[in-house]
């Protein structure tokens, strides 16, 4: 089974800090992405990656920054936390060349800053 | 970009089916039309896709109109477990990086009652 792990399920920081969300998928897929979910907005693409130290900027990039330096692990990272990036964080991940698939999802971090 | 437009919520019977409708009328023509479940704490789940005819699999039917600007996800018998929002998703080409992203609308959510 395609795994794919946050490191938190719960986050609380305070506004200011640097704040590291961590993923890791078990599947050797190219393709990492990071959404938040806000209520009433769905699914907002912050960053994904296409392969290692590549990257490239979703719809809300704005604040944030990624890291891919290994295939398996992409990290979002809050560069000075703010209380409206309180918010649930999705990482996902997907095989960037085949066309018949899916993107599969992390059980997501709530984040809350205070 | 593409979008999908849903409505926010729809109510089925239990044992009875539910046709999920999205409009996606800006689709390109090598968008592929995702369908996605999340339940409550936990992340999207991956349902059903296609890209120009209709597709059945174990969990659902995903009927593609012609002019493929809108799409139906059928349920055929609705269960208690079924309650999730749905998100009707188009997994769109990237020309720059020759690569995919997944780009969701807000979901419908579906309530079931027993």
């Known amino acids: 089974d395609v795994k794919v792990t946050q490191s938190s399920r719960y986050l609380v920081k305070r506004t200011g800090e640097k704040v590291f969300l961590e993923c890791v998928q078990d599947m050797d897929h190219e393709n990492m992405f990071w959404y938040r979910q806000d209520p009433g907005l769905g699914l907002r693409l912050i960053y994904f990656s296409y392969d290692v130290k590549m990257k490239e900027k979703g719809d809300i990039p704005e604040g944030y920054s990624v890291s891919r330096e290994k295939k398996e692990r992409f990290s979002l990272i809050l560069e000075s936390a703010s209380t409206n990036q309180t918010s649930m964080y999705l990482c996902?991940?997907?095989?960037?060349?085949?066309?018949?698939?899916?993107?599969?999802f992390g059980q997501g971090t709530r984040l809350t800053v205070v | 970009d593409a979008k999908t437009t849903q409505p926010n919520s729809m109510e089925s019977n239990e044992e009875e089916p539910v046709h999920l409708p999205c409009n996606h009328s800006t689709i390109s023509g090598t968008d592929y039309i995702h369908w996605y479940r999340q339940l409550p704490s936990q992340g999207p789940e991956y349902v059903i896709h296609g890209l120009t005819s209709n597709v059945n699999n174990r969990m659902a039917s995903l009927a593609i109109a012609e002019d493929r600007k809108s799409s139906t996800l059928i349920l055929h018998r609705a269960t208690l477990r079924d309650a999730a929002v749905y998100y009707c998703i188009l997994r769109a080409f990237i020309n720059t990086s020759g690569t995919y992203k997944y780009i969701f609308g807000t979901g419908t959510r579906l309530k079931v009652l027993a």
């Open positions: 996902a991940s997907s095989y960037s060349y085949i066309l018949n698939t899916e993107a599969f």
